[in-house]
């Protein structure tokens, strides 16, 4: 550098080839690693919808499917069960099989799932009870409550006992039985569903008097 505080050309192409080393240097390097994310990182509320809740929520569903099939299958076996009890006796007349179920109200919701008709609570009927009732009063909405799980229904046919001729009822082989309608009604307090099902023989069903009848000359049968 001269007095006058000027730059020699010497000095000035010694930067300048000092300038494109580090630029060629530079150029020559390979470019930085991606940086691993730690499980400490934060994550974007994208990130974890996308993730976590996604995945999540399809397993839960399978989950409540499975056990909602469940409870439904345990509901209809009661049925069958009680169906061929000596307490129901198919005597030619519709009969009512009537048991209380244990639900808690997200369990009663996720069973009924909107299905059959609401007769309470409903905005002209008691809107502010905790009781509800729904009624499934057609064979097409039966089938659309219990899908897979319903199945063929048998009970026995029993003659007719009783006055005027005191016979005792005798239990008859085993008949189809269809269910004629279902009420259901869940109390959400007290957690209690109550069940009814009005059901009869396949076809409306007959009745016969009994031996005594017979033996008194009044051996016959109604249809219904």
Not at 59 to 64: P, V
Request: a positive charge.
């Amino acid at each position: 550098m001269d007095p006058n505080g000027s730059v020699s050309p010497a000095v000035v192409g010694a930067m300048k080839q000092r300038i494109i080393e580090l630029e060629e240097q530079l150029a020559a390097q390979p470019p930085p690693a991606k940086r691993e994310r730690k499980t400490h990182d934060p994550v974007s509320p994208a990130e974890a919808i996308s993730s976590v809740a996604a995945p999540v929520a399809s397993t839960s569903t399978k989950g409540e499917d499975k056990k909602r099939k469940l409870q439904l299958k345990k509901i209809f076996d009661r049925l069958k069960k009680d169906c061929k009890s000596d307490a129901v006796k198919f005597q030619g007349a519709p009969k009512t099989v009537k048991f209380d179920e244990v639900l808690g109200y997200d369990e009663f919701q996720f069973i009924s799932g909107g299905r059959g008709t609401l007769i309470q609570p409903t905005p002209q009927n008691k809107p502010k009870s905790t009781v509800a009732i729904i009624e499934y009063r057609t064979k097409a909405a039966i089938e659309d409550l219990f899908g897979d799980e319903l199945k063929a229904l048998k009970g026995y046919a029993w003659t007719r006992g009783g006055a005027p001729y005191f016979s005792k009822s005798i239990k008859q082989g085993l008949v189809d039985v269809d269910i004629i309608q279902l009420e259901v009604t869940y109390s959400k307090n007290g957690m209690k569903c109550t069940l009814k099902f009005d059901v009869e023989e396949h076809g409306g069903g007959h009745c016969s008097f009994g031996p005594s009848h017979r033996a008194s000359g009044f051996g016959r049968s109604f249809m219904w």
